[in-house]
């Protein structure tokens, strides 16, 4: 193949889709083809399948780019989820590939360049098509593919050793460190195992080696992805092996501060909360997914707690971490949800002090079982208390974040915004979702981690001056 081919990715969706584009480039630098954005040859939309804005995104992203005259692969998400079906409905899509491609990626867009059509896949759910001990992968590789799992292959590895299997795709000091891929919770409204699979924890020795490997790449911040975090190590065989591996992941040479995402409050144990609330060089952050506080909302959704449930594990936490952030997000009109659950719901906003709260309007997903529920809420109904709890979850969070002028934090720059700013976040705000925080400062650099006094807030972001002094 001509090394003059080029692929431009364009990743759509969450965290852990952009670790598996990474994935893909990877993939395709080994196998000849160059990486870039102008008059590439074919361009690959890793799309998300989760919810109906973003497949409509997703489609939407891969029409526009059919406009470049570039041939126009779709994989991620939506792909493996809908295959022959997406492929019928998109013709002018050259290809629909499934996770089981991503191994061949280079053949597979050789295929695409020389006109060789691609049989699109049927979908199946991957739940029953990956063993689900690591051990046993060991044993006998499987022939389905597990997305951001691994390391280049012998061969196509540098010399210098084995290499993560991703290529970072841009230079900032942040990264995402997939722990585990698939879900084995079975929420009533969520799709995502039936295309994502049984979960799947990495192990932490490739774990450690890839942390090492993004150190040495600039990175200084590894921000830890799943689909659900507090489950990695149940298929190791050990649920404890979070609370063991983070304190070896702070300590890569290089790694300023880790962070945990997606938590679920159920699954939260003692041991795992103190080691993200008390051990250094880890963010005292808390992604946890409630989705509602109603009790018998939850239990609908095949979830559990309550709101005392909830207000006590926040309690918890912050007797261990006083100015520990906390995010959730939070689904209205879930089938059923009268008008006292909903305010169940927004009584708990009220006295939990949530950082960042996220409102999503509840729709039926293909495939769940919440999609066959009785006591469908009308569109009219769920807009207007999405635009209700919206609207309190901006006044609770600009208060959240008042509360917090005074006070000291640690703020990783990530941008100069000249004349004396610098972006950059403190150790309670996620990357991208939660706010920032404006430095005034001199000379600082992105990377660079710099303690402020918090001077003002707007919204959720806040404005900070560095610290005189000791």
Same mark, same amino acid.
């Given at each position: ?98 996770? @089981? ?82 879900? @084995? ?19 932490? @020795? ?79 952050? &808390? ?16 979830? &559990?707690?309550?709101?005392?449930? &909830? ?149 959720? @972001? ?9």
């Amino acid at each position: 193949m001509s090394s003059r081919r080029t692929a431009s990715l364009i990743t759509l969706g969450c965290a852990r889709n952009e670790v598996d584009s990474e994935e893909l480039a990877a993939r395709l630098e080994a196998a000849g083809w160059s990486l870039g954005d102008d008059d590439p040859d074919v361009i690959v939309v890793n799309t998300c399948g989760f919810i109906d804005s973003a497949k409509k995104d997703s489609i939407d992203t891969i029409l526009a780019a059919t406009d470049s005259g570039a041939k126009v692969v779709a994989a991620g998400c939506m792909a493996e989820r809908y295959g022959e079906q997406l492929a019928e409905a998109l013709p002018e899509a050259s290809a629909v590939l499934s996770f @089981d491609d991503y191994t061949d990626i280079g053949e597979r867009l050789d295929d695409v360049v020389a006109g060789r059509p691609l049989v699109p896949h049927t979908p199946r759910d991957r739940r029953t098509l990956l063993p689900i001990s690591p051990v046993g992968r060991a044993a006998a590789p499987p022939a389905h593919a597990i997305p951001g799992h691994g390391e280049l292959p012998e061969g196509l590895a540098p010399a210098s050793g084995p290499r993560p299997l991703r290529k970072r795709m841009d230079d900032g000091p942040v990264a995402s460190l997939k722990l585990a891929s698939g879900c @084995d919770r079975r929420c009533t409204f969520c799709a995502i195992p039936a295309f994502r699979g049984a979960y799947v924890s990495r192990r932490p @020795d490739e774990l450690l080696g890839e942390a090492a490997w993004l150190a040495e790449h600039g990175v200084r911040e590894l921000v830890l992805v799943s689909e659900n975090s507090t489950s990695y190590g149940k298929d190791l065989g050990d649920l404890r092996s979070l609370e063991a591996l983070l304190p070896r992941l702070a300590a890569v040479e290089g790694v300023e501060r880790v962070r945990v995402s997606y938590l679920q409050p159920a699954e939260l144990r003692p041991g795992l909360l103190t080691a993200i609330a008390a051990t250094k060089g880890v963010a005292p952050y &808390f992604d946890l997914s409630f989705q509602h506080a109603s009790g018998t909302v939850l239990r609908r959704m095949r979830r &559990f707690g309550d709101p005392r449930r &909830f207000l006590d594990l926040l309690e918890r936490i912050r007797a261990e971490a006083p100015e520990a952030g906390v995010r959730s997000n939070f689904i209205v009109g879930f089938p059923g949800e009268t008008e006292a659950e909903f305010a169940e719901l927004t009584d708990f906003l009220q006295e939990a002090r949530l950082d960042v709260i996220g409102v999503f309007g509840y729709s039926d997903e293909e495939g769940t079982e919440a999609a066959g529920m009785a006591g469908k809420l009308d569109p009219e109904t769920v807009d207007k208390r999405v635009a209700a709890l919206t609207e309190l979850a901006e006044e609770l969070t600009a208060q959240r974040a008042e509360e917090r002028i005074g006070t000291e934090v640690e703020v990783l720059i990530e941008a100069d915004l000249g004349d004396g700013g610098y972006e950059g976040r403190a150790a309670h705000q996620g990357p991208e979702v939660d706010g920032s925080v404006t430095v005034q400062g001199i000379g600082l650099t992105p990377g660079q981690i710099v303690r402020a006094v918090v001077v003002d807030a707007e919204g959720v @972001d806040l404005i900070a001056r560095i610290k005189a002094g000791p």
